[in-house]
Structure formats: structure tokens, C-alpha cells
């Protein structure tokens, strides 16, 4: 089992940079796909960013790509997802999650494990 926790959502202005992060305990996750998921006030839950933990194999939603960069820190056991030139639309609750059994998944389902979540708020 993995346990995910997030950690640095906040407010900001339209514009600005967050740089969230996931912290990743319980076992090791060398065959693990990492990703980020968001999820607005009456919206469905939407794929962000995913990357495999022991490769290079990236996959971005396109409405954040060239603007969200994912990267992880192995010796840390943490994913980090700096975000850049933010927009209101980008307001949403995001998510950490994790998975063994799909490689570079988009689809929330696929994943067995979850953080809580850190809220993200972009302001005009």
C-alpha cells in the first residue's frame, strides 16, 4: 500500500506559480506510475500529469502543457508539480495519486491510491 500526502496549495494571483508536492510512504514504487489529478466545484475529477516513478515516460493533459511541470526527488519519495502561468480555470482541489497496474494512465479509476488533496486558488 502507498500513502500519499500533498502539501503546498495556496492562493495566488492569475499569472503566478505554486509548486505542489507528494510525499509517497508504505513501500517502494519503482514500478509505480505517479500522477496528479484536479478536481473544480461541480466538475468531474481531470487528469493533470503523469510520469512513471523508474523511467522517464511523461503524458500532460493538454490544457497544462507548457505551463505544469512535473518532476520527482527519489531519494525524498516525493512528485512535485510546478505550476506556472496560472489562470482561474486552474482554481480546483489537486490530487496526488498512484498506481501499479497501468503505465501512464489517464483515467482516475486506474488509480488505487490517493492523497487528501491541497486547494489551489487563482485569483483574476
Known amino acids: 500500500q502507498v500513502q500519499l500526502v500533498e502539501s503546498g496549495g495556496g492562493l495566488v494571483q492569475a499569472g503566478g506559480s505554486l509548486r505542489l508536492s507528494c510525499a509517497a510512504s508504505?513501500?517502494?514504487?519503482?514500478?509505480?506510475?505517479m500522477g496528479w489529478f484536479r478536481q473544480a466545484p461541480g466538475k468531474e475529477r481531470e487528469f493533470v500529469v503523469a510520469?512513471?516513478?523508474?523511467?522517464?515516460?511523461?503524458r500532460y493533459a493538454d490544457s497544462v502543457k507548457g505551463r505544469f511541470t512535473i518532476s520527482k526527488d527519489n531519494a525524498k519519495n516525493t512528485v512535485y508539480l510546478e505550476m506556472n502561468s496560472l489562470k482561474p480555470e486552474d482554481t480546483a482541489v489537486y490530487y496526488c495519486?498512484?498506481?501499479?497496474?497501468?503505465?501512464?494512465?489517464?483515467?482516475?479509476?486506474?488509480?488505487?491510491?490517493w492523497g487528501l488533496g491541497t486547494q489551489v486558488t487563482v485569483s483574476s
Open positions: 495519486a498512484a498506481t501499479s497496474r497501468v503505465a501512464l494512465s489517464t483515467n482516475a479509476a486506474n488509480f488505487g491510491s
Open positions: 508504505g513501500r517502494t514504487f519503482s514500478s509505480y506510475t
Open positions: 510520469i512513471s516513478w523508474s523511467g522517464g515516460g511523461l
